[in-house]
């Protein structure tokens, strides 16, 4: 059966029966790019999916600029459920007491300027092919943006 995470419930904008919405297996390897403002729901949405696809053996990579220790605990909660804790690496810039044994702290803004931290960022996750050269230049000046 092929795996499909569940985001939410919604109807269509014309009306209609509540139904799930759900992202499709086959299409999981896609960039996204989730922006919102402050308590939209932002990192809940991706604690969820991140839990889903941990519990489905799926390898999960979060970068937590926020260093928001909730988001690391049920991440965590998710590993020990799918008895994967030695699989659990968890990256944030920001240092935590509570979680010290299981966080490795990065922080790529520390050297060089914007444009050598946007494209240090871009470098880890470059898609070669032609047609992604669009959303390559959106997603270079989105994190030169976010770094600036």
């Keep these: 059966m092929e795996l499909e995470l569940v985001i939410g419930v919604g109807s269509k904008v014309t009306g209609g029966r509540k139904q799930l919405i759900a992202i499709p297996e086959d299409v999981l390897n896609r ?12 990192t809940t949405l991706l604690r969820n999916i991140a ?14 600029l926020k ?8 991440l965590w909660r998710a590993c ?26 990065y922080n790529p803004l520390i050297h060089g ?6 494209a240090r960022l871009m ?7 032609p ?8 997603k270079y000046d989105i994190l030169f943006s976010l770094v600036s």
């Design 51 to 64: 839990y889903q696809l941990v519990l489905s053996g799926y390898g999960v990579m979060v970068f937590d």
């Design 80 to 105: 020990v459920k799918a008895k994967r804790e030695e699989d659990f690496i968890y990256f944030s810039p920001v240092l935590s007491e509570k979680f010290h044994t299981v966080t490795a702290v």
């Design 131 to 138: 047609e992604a050269q669009f959303y390559e230049k959106v």
């Design 31 to 42: 960039h996204v790019y989730l922006i919102g403002s402050t308590g939209s729901g932002k």
């Design 67 to 74: 260093g928001e220790e909730q988001l690391c605990a049920d």
């Design 113 to 118: 300027d914007a444009s050598v931290v946007a």
């Design 123 to 129: 470098d880890a996750f470059e898609n070669p092919s």
